[in-house]
Structures are given as structure tokens and as C-alpha cells.
């Protein structure tokens, strides 16, 4: 679908965006655009609201895609993938999570690749396993800058494809090692069981995922290079994430990762 917002429209939903981030208050529904935005229009937003954060959460080291799964899809009420990019400052290792200015989060088990060689088009799911390098289990932190996750496709576009922070585990394993369609997971949110997913809920597969990326991103004048993090969508439905939350995902063939929310009244975050 085309655009229908010019680059000076989406330079200004783009600071709306940025500053939706830095101080994190949300956005009504209705401060994007008095038109629905597109996933063209999103896009444009997206680069134009990421332009400024690089300044302060560090450059681009990868992308998330996400939307990759029906129960995802399902539970936003958007119809295919999208992308978003991952910056420097928003990785970092499990444990207590930094949840100052986040909104309204929630988490996703997810299998992240990093890969070794660049990958240009035409690019199959078989091309995509050649340029990893490495599987890394993580759990990515989303949120939506939007209140109460009121969205479009577009608008989840805008935000990044939700992105907020990825949290990885200790583990990293070749890609060699494992089947990373069958690579299965089981979340619990303080110690009760919430959700359970393999990696054939990823579009068929991670390595789909990747090859999707590769090709997508080609049409937005980007390409995946060697060194490149992505975290390629949630294997299971949202999990809740508040306050004083401890969730952890344990991985059939890669360990685990936990991540633990400071409670309401911590004054230490």
C-alpha cells in the first residue's frame, strides 16, 4: 500500500514518537495521524522517529520482526509481519530490567539470530541458516506508545514494530545444533506456566523469518550485514509484564532467560 502522508508529516509523527519514547507518555490513538496511516506511511514514521532516538540509545545493531505468528497477529489485529529496528542501548543481558520510561510492556520468548555473512535478495529460508552464526534465546520487552495498545498496522509500524528491549541469555549455540523449528519453549510468569510455542509459530520457521527480513528490507533500501542481532517474533501470545513481575523463558535446547520488573514502589529505577 502507498503512502499518504508526505516526508514533512512524517518528520513530525516521527518527534511525536521520539518524545512518546523519552519520556515515556503515551500517545492518544488519535495524535498520529487524523488519517490511518498505512504500513508505508509506518515505515516512513519509524526511520524518522528512529533518526532521533539513535542520538540516545545508540545505534542500529540489528531488527526485531514481529507479528510473525497467528496468536500475535490474532491478539493486535494486523494481517502480516513487520520490522523494526533494534538499537545498541536496548540490549542487555537477563535479569532486572531498567523500565523506566516503558509504558504499558509486556513479553515476548522469542529465538534471536546473529548473523555472519550479509544477506541480499533473493534470499531463501536455506540461504538465511547459511548466514547465521549464532542462535541466542532472548526475551523481548514490547510496548506501544500508543495508549491502551490501540493500533493499526501502520501505527505498530510507527512504533517501531513495538520494539523495547532485548534481553538475552547466556547460551549462544550453532545453528548446526539444533532444529530451530522444532526449538520449543515454556514461559512462566512467577513460577506459574503461562504460555508454551515452538519455533514452526515464526512464519514456519526462524530461518523464514530471516529470509522475509532480507527481502523486505531490500524494498526499504536496507540490508543485513554481518553482525547483524535479529530477533525474529514471539513463539507464544503476549505475557503480561507488571510491576514486581518475575517471568522467565526456558527453551527446550537453549537454557533460559529471566527478566524481573522492580516493584511500583522501588525508588532505584
Not at 184 to 194: A, I, P, Q
Request: hydrophobic share 40%; aromatic share 4%; net charge negative.
Amino acid at each position: 500500500m502507498s503512502r499518504t502522508i508526505d516526508d514533512a508529516q512524517a518528520d513530525r509523527l516521527g518527534e511525536r514518537l521520539a518524545a512518546a519514547y523519552r519520556r515515556g507518555n503515551p500517545l492518544d490513538p488519535s495524535d498520529l495521524s487524523a488519517n490511518e496511516l498505512t504500513v508505508a506511511d509506518g515505515y516512513a514514521v519509524q526511520r524518522a522517529a528512529l533518526d532521533r532516538r539513535e542520538d540516545e540509545a545508540g545505534p542500529t545493531v540489528g531488527y526485531k520482526v514481529g507479528f510473525t505468528s497467528r496468536a500475535i497477529q490474532s491478539e493486535l489485529g494486523v494481517d502480516a509481519p513487520a520490522y523494526g529496528r533494534v538499537l545498541a542501548d536496548t540490549v542487555q543481558s537477563e535479569g532486572r530490567v531498567d523500565a523506566s520510561g516503558l509504558v504499558d510492556p509486556k513479553v515476548e520468548p522469542e529465538l534471536a539470530v546473529r548473523l555472519e555473512a550479509p544477506l541480499d535478495p533473493p534470499v531463501t529460508p536455506i540461504d538465511a541458516l547459511d548466514a547465521v552464526g549464532a542462535v541466542v534465546p532472548v526475551i523481548e520487552i514490547v510496548d506501544s506508545r500508543v495508549r491502551d495498545w490501540q493500533m493499526t498496522a501502520g501505527s505498530a509500524v510507527a512504533d517501531n514494530a513495538l520494539a523495547a528491549r532485548v534481553v538475552h541469555g547466556d547460551r549462544i549455540a550453532d545453528p548446526t545444533d539444533l532444529d530451530l523449528a522444532l526449538e520449543g519453549v515454556e514461559v512462566r510468569r512467577n513460577g506459574e506456566r503461562v504460555a508454551t510455542g515452538v519455533g514452526a509459530d515464526v512464519l514456519g520457521s526462524p530461518t523464514r523469518v530471516v529470509a522475509w527480513l532480507a527481502e523486505t528490507l531490500a524494498d526499504h533500501g536496507r540490508r543485513l550485514g554481518a553482525g547483524d542481532l535479529v530477533s525474529t517474533g514471539s513463539l507464544t501470545e503476549l505475557v503480561a509484564f507488571e510491576p514486581g513481575d518475575t517471568i522467565s523463558a526456558r527453551f527446550a535446547s537453549l537454557g533460559g532467560v529471566t527478566v524481573a520488573r522492580p516493584p511500583a514502589n522501588d525508588s532505584s529505577h
